[in-house]
Nanobody, 120 residues
Framework: QVHVVESGGGLVQAGGSLRLSCAAS????????MGWYRQAPGKQRELVAV???????NYADSVKGRFTISRDNAKNMMSLQMNSLKPEDTAVYYC??????????????WGQGTQVTVSS
């Protein structure tokens, strides 16, 4: 069984910063990529940023230049530094881990989500 746990959400004023963290644990042989997704009320879940085991990153256009994703492969942990936050960044943020089990099978796991609220 694999657990993915997010932390670090909260309430912040526009222009402020927050840092989200995610940790994956369990019977994981290796994690191929980890990513952050978000879902605002009434909207579909969308990709925010993703990072591969090799350090390649991809960001949604709406967060480029403001958010930075990083990863500690040895600890199966990932962080998202969010700066210059805007009210439209308000959403539940979910961590996703794409991982390989010891049997060689690919899996994907989601965290429970953490709320980020940006006030204007």
């Amino acid at each position: 069984q694999v657990h993915v746990v997010e932390s670090g959400g909260g309430l912040v004023q526009a222009g402020g910063s927050l840092r989200l963290s995610c940790a994956a644990s369990g019977s994981i042989f290796s994690i191929t990529s980890m990513g952050w997704y978000r879902q605002a009320p009434g909207k579909q879940r969308e990709l925010v940023a993703v990072i591969t085991s090799g350090g390649n990153t991809n960001y949604a256009d709406s967060v480029k230049g403001r958010f930075t994703i990083s990863r500690d492969n040895a600890k199966n942990m990932m962080s998202l530094q969010m700066n210059s936050l805007k009210p439209e960044d308000t959403a539940v943020y979910y961590c996703n881990a794409q991982w390989i089990g010891f049997g060689g099978t690919d899996f994907g796991s989601w965290g429970q989500g953490t709320q980020v609220t940006v006030s204007s």
